[in-house]
């Protein structure tokens, strides 16, 4: 019996310690971007192949490196707005990170790509999906989308759950066994 309620005591420590590390996780999953320099990406849904402004302002030197996996690298010169186009291989539905470099500093912002619509792409119009002859269905090579990180692992979500269900199993297991034993010894 005393083997039991040790092992039940270190799994529910295990368990505690799961928990505790939980809100942490969530919370960096869902930190908020903040710089001391600004910045944006518009529109923040493009269709492949479409342009995409970039800005930043308030950093202290004169220039601002832009980078993707979606587009080649774009320098911003003393705060004026840039523009990238995103690659015509990017997958739709897939999300980008974009990383705005001031002196150092990095922040980032998402990139949606939204099915491409034709020969109005460029402007903004991404209603519709892709219809034209030969479409890429691969993706350039780069940091990947969020789509794909469902793949990689559990996230804080499926973490926090999993953890909940084991230390609910393992206290019905203490009072189960706790009964059993009082009952054995009445």
Do not use: Q, W
Not at 56 to 72: A, I, L
Not at 148 to 169: K, M, Q, R
Request: glycine share 14%; proline share 5%; charged share 20%.
């Amino acid at each position: 019996m005393r083997a039991i309620r040790i092992a039940s005591a270190a799994l529910l420590s295990a368990a505690a310690l799961g928990l505790a590390t939980a809100p942490t996780a969530l919370a960096e999953e869902n930190e908020p971007n903040i710089t001391s320099f600004g910045f944006s990406v518009t529109p923040e849904t493009v269709a492949p192949g479409g342009t995409v402004t970039l800005t930043s302002d308030g950093c202290e030197v004169p220039s601002v490196t832009v980078t993707s996996g979606v587009f080649d690298t774009v320098t911003l010169n003393e705060g004026r707005p840039g523009s990238a186009t995103v690659d015509v291989e990017a997958k739709a539905g897939a999300r980008y990170e974009i990383t705005f470099d001031c002196k150092g500093e990095r922040g980032t912002a998402n990139l949606t790509i939204a099915p491409h619509t034709g020969p109005d792409h460029d402007k903004g119009d991404v209603t519709g999906p892709d219809t034209s002859p030969g479409a890429h269905k691969g993706v350039k090579a780069g940091f990947g989308s969020e789509a794909g990180s469902a793949d990689e692992g559990l996230g804080a979500t499926e973490l926090v759950t999993g953890v909940l269900l084991i230390a609910g199993a393992l206290g019905a297991a203490v009072v189960l066994t706790r009964r059993r034993g009082a009952d054995g010894n009445a």
